[in-house]
């Protein structure tokens, strides 16, 4: 096996389970490497530190197991099994909810891994190139590992480097093929566009959020924005909300979120969706919500976009504040990973600032169950959200 040795004084993070090596600590290679090649990490002392998956770019090398382990059969079976149980025994997988995420990358030990299972279909996601290597093994296992999946789909073409040497990136798919969409959460149902919508085709991060949405919408005029296929609107019917407004600039999002209301309450719903750029339709809201829900997407894919992103939150918010009636209730977000759980709290603060009005938080929000973050890993902690009530 291939063995990359780090520089004097570079192990440090790999002794504390971070799971990255970076191209700089990099002292030389031993042996000819791949692009997705599994390969042994060496301290300089020749220590052995770990085992992974190697890549071109910053992110040399991401470790699959800190101990000389073989990334067999074996591997793949008890990295997801261990997923599965642990979903499990937290209660995520019943009769009415069939949708959760079983890979979480780094916080099921499985960097540049993510796999969603909907119904009887999981959709995989790979975001390194030693994952696409290895992606019909890891196809079969789950469907050895998860007795209710029988369909697996690959949808990978999106999140593989661009620029690496990888001959079929075609997004297909590798065992099955379902004849529904439908998946359940928390009881509702819901189109799931897994083939042509943007990630697996949910948002699954957002269950839990959705469910707390849901125990705040009797009674209230709601507006949900960047609606993509409806999540939150139809938990707010559910909830009891008196009229439900949904907005996304996509048509194609937005035809799913009528289908997806029609799914679980027919025609007599008191909603309707719009086809409309965000900040255009907030521009004058004034007094016609009293919930209004922000789930924009990632402003910010990197460090060098944190700056404009931390203005778009702030823009954003600020907008809503202004707007939103009096003992209104805004539930905000972000999700992307550059911006920290304090920079996105300070944008926000500083868009209520600007509106004049007193804020309150009531609940301080993030990733779910099946989202974990590998406590040596706080990069992989993504989704802040905060409910506010606006006097």
Same mark, same amino acid.
């Given at each position: 096996m291939t063995q990359i040795y780090l520089k004097p004084k570079k192990e440090e993070s790999l002794l504390r389970q971070h799971p990255w090596v970076f191209s700089g600590a990099i002292h030389h290679i031993d042996g000819a490497v791949q692009e997705g090649q599994v390969v042994q990490v060496l301290a300089s002392d020749g220590t052995l530190l770990g085992v992974g998956h190697y890549q071109i770019g910053s992110i040399a090398v991401r470790i699959l197991s800190f101990e000389d382990e073989q990334i067999d059969a074996s591997f793949w079976s008890a990295r997801i099994s261990e997923a599965y149980r642990m979903r499990r025994q937290i209660g995520l997988i019943r009769t009415d909810n069939d949708t959760y995420r079983l890979i979480h990358g780094e916080g099921d030990f499985l960097p540049g891994l993510v796999v969603d299972v909907y119904a009887d279909t999981a959709v995989i996601q790979a975001h390194s190139v030693g994952m696409h290597l290895v992606r019909h093994t890891i196809a079969q296992t789950i469907i050895e590992c998860v007795p209710e999946v029988h369909n697996i789909y690959y949808k990978s073409d999106g999140t593989l480097p661009h620029k690496a040497p990888i001959d079929d990136r075609t997004d297909q798919y590798?065992?099955?093929?379902? *004849? !529904?969409? @439908?998946?359940?959460? &928390?009881? =509702?149902?819901?189109?799931?566009?897994?083939?042509?919508?943007?990630?697996?085709?949910?948002?699954?991060?957002?269950?839990?959020?959705?469910?707390? +949405?849901?125990?705040?919408?009797? $009674?209230?005029?709601?507006?949900?924005?960047?609606?993509?296929?409806?999540?939150?609107? #139809?938990?707010?019917?559910?909830?009891?909300?008196? =009229? #439900?407004?949904?907005?996304?600039? !996509?048509?194609? %999002?937005?035809?799913?979120?009528?289908? &997806?209301?029609? +799914?679980?309450?027919?025609?007599? %719903?008191?909603?309707?969706?719009?086809?409309?750029?965000?900040?255009?339709? +907030?521009?004058?809201?004034?007094?016609?919500?009293? +919930?209004?829900?922000?789930?924009?997407?990632?402003?910010?894919?990197?460090?060098?976009?944190?700056?404009?992103?931390?203005? $778009?939150?702030?823009?954003? &918010?600020?907008?809503?504040?202004?707007?939103?009636?009096?003992?209104?209730?805004?539930? *905000?977000?972000?999700?992307?990973?550059?911006?920290?759980?304090?920079?996105?709290? @300070? %944008?926000?603060?500083?868009?209520?600032?600007? !509106?004049?009005?007193?804020?309150?938080?009531?609940?301080?929000? *993030?990733?779910?169950?099946?989202?974990?973050?590998?406590?040596?890993?706080?990069?992989?902690?993504?989704?802040? $959200? =905060?409910? @506010?009530? #606006?006097?």
């Open positions: 590798l065992i099955g093929q379902p *004849t !529904s969409c @439908l998946a359940t959460e &928390n009881g =509702l149902k819901f189109h799931i566009d897994w083939l042509r919508g943007q990630k697996t085709g949910f948002f699954v991060d957002q269950r839990e959020n959705r469910s707390l +949405l849901e125990h705040y919408a009797a $009674g209230r005029d709601v507006l949900n924005m960047f609606c993509y296929t409806g999540g939150f609107s #139809v938990y707010a019917l559910r909830g009891g909300a008196r =009229l #439900v407004h949904s907005v996304d600039s !996509s048509a194609k %999002a937005v035809e799913y979120v009528h289908r &997806n209301v029609m +799914l679980n309450f027919g025609n007599d %719903a008191p909603h309707e969706a719009f086809a409309q750029d965000a900040f255009d339709f +907030l521009s004058d809201i004034k007094n016609k919500y009293d +919930l209004i829900i922000l789930d924009p997407p990632a402003f910010a894919k990197h460090r060098d976009a944190v700056r404009n992103a931390l203005q $778009g939150y702030k823009r954003l &918010n600020a907008r809503a504040f202004e707007q939103i009636r009096p003992g209104g209730v805004l539930f *905000t977000f972000s999700c992307s990973q550059a911006v920290d759980r304090e920079m996105f709290r @300070l %944008a926000v603060f500083s868009a209520a600032s600007m !509106s004049g009005r007193r804020v309150r938080i009531l609940h301080q929000l *993030t990733q779910p169950q099946d989202h974990p973050v590998n406590i040596y890993h706080p990069e992989g902690e993504y989704l802040k $959200g =905060l409910v @506010l009530q #606006v006097e």
